[in-house]
């Protein structure tokens, strides 16, 4: 695996941020690493790239012990964080030959490489330009250059597409589905568009807590939600034998991975029990429900 993250915590006093959470990423793989605001999901990212020490648990990078090895690993590893720091004053061309520079990569390689990017990253025209009178697309796909300079084996993103309006989404998400191909992507986003148009698995966590980590097809496949409303008050146990449960006034939202339709035996359950159902509704789970109910307030 080109990424391992084992146990991994993180505590700011008496303030648990991550809490022994586990997953692995492969080449050629773009892992969404969702969550709320606040569920620990940058702290994690700066864990995996050596900018920040866990209390507990490893971060493996190509087999390389972050923590261990922290210079070997980092080479391994390109880093776009939240806020993406650029020097405004500097051009373009010029802030990608610095930071080469800081890579080690210099003279003829730097220049072939700097144009490599330059022209994957769709700034051929905006080379010239300073990064302050770029547009937060333009910088965001500097960014992706920098962080792409010394052809790192893993890319992590920290919310990547946050302030972009709809057409730089649209180019910023084929961007990173292009430089997917032969690298290990980590996306962390709480935009679950983004997730669905370019991740390949998912995971969720929740107050520092890993709640889901799957394959997106896998999530979403055969995952159906009830929505039944009674007239009376009706014993929410019973209605967890069909799955997992959730309430708002009368109205009950039932989530279940079975194959058969569930509608006779809630009928039948509601007659036993004298219940009287006013609504029934069955509708196909999405993401989107998913990670509400992994990650509402308990």
């Known amino acids: 695996m080109s990424v391992r993250i084992?146990?991994?915590?993180?505590?700011?006093?008496?303030?648990?941020?991550?809490?022994?959470?586990?997953?692995?990423?492969?080449k050629g793989e773009v892992l969404g690493f969702l969550g709320p605001n606040g569920a620990g999901k940058s702290t994690t990212m700066k864990i995996a790239t050596g900018y920040l020490p866990p209390s507990e648990g490893t971060v493996e990078l190509c087999g390389i012990d972050v923590m261990k090895d922290s210079v070997k690993a980092r080479k391994k590893v390109g880093y776009l964080p939240e806020h993406n720091p650029l020097y405004l004053e500097m051009y373009v061309h010029?802030?990608?030959?610095?930071?080469?520079?800081?890579?080690?990569?210099?003279?003829?390689?730097?220049?072939?490489?700097?144009?490599?990017?330059?022209?994957?990253?769709?700034?051929?025209?905006?080379?010239?330009?300073?990064?302050?009178?770029?547009?937060?697309?333009?910088?965001?796909?500097?960014?992706?250059?920098?962080?792409?300079?010394?052809?790192?084996e893993v890319l992590i993103l920290d919310e990547p597409t946050t302030g972009l309006d709809p057409n730089q989404l649209v180019d910023i998400r084929q961007?990173?589905?292009?430089?997917?191909?032969?690298?290990?992507?980590?996306l962390s986003t709480h935009i679950m568009q983004e997730v669905k148009a370019i991740c390949d698995r998912v995971v969720i966590i929740n107050q520092g807590k890993l709640v889901a980590n799957d394959l997106l097809a896998n999530m979403t496949a055969n995952k159906t939600t009830l929505k039944v409303e009674f007239q009376e008050a009706v014993d929410e146990a019973e209605l967890k034998t069909f799955g997992a449960v959730t309430k708002s006034g009368q109205v009950y939202h039932i989530s279940t991975t079975a194959k058969e339709d569930l509608r006779p035996k809630l009928f039948d359950l509601a007659k036993?029990?004298?219940?009287?159902?006013?609504?029934?509704?069955?509708?196909?789970?999405?993401?989107?429900?998913?990670?509400?109910?992994?990650t509402q307030a308990k």
């Open 6 to 26: 084992h146990q991994l915590s993180k505590i700011y006093g008496t303030q648990m941020a991550v809490d022994a959470i586990s997953f692995e990423a492969k």
């Open 94 to 152: 010029e802030y990608l030959h610095f930071m080469a520079g800081l890579h080690g990569i210099k003279g003829n390689a730097a220049k072939e490489r700097i144009a490599e990017m330059v022209a994957l990253c769709g700034l051929t025209r905006e080379q010239h330009k300073k990064i302050g009178a770029l547009s937060k697309g333009y910088r965001q796909r500097v960014g992706l250059a920098q962080a792409l300079l010394h052809d790192p």
């Open 175 to 186: 961007l990173i589905k292009t430089i997917s191909k032969d690298k290990t992507v980590i």
């Open 272 to 294: 036993q029990n004298n219940w009287t159902i006013l609504s029934l509704s069955q509708e196909q789970q999405d993401l989107e429900e998913i990670f509400h109910q992994l």
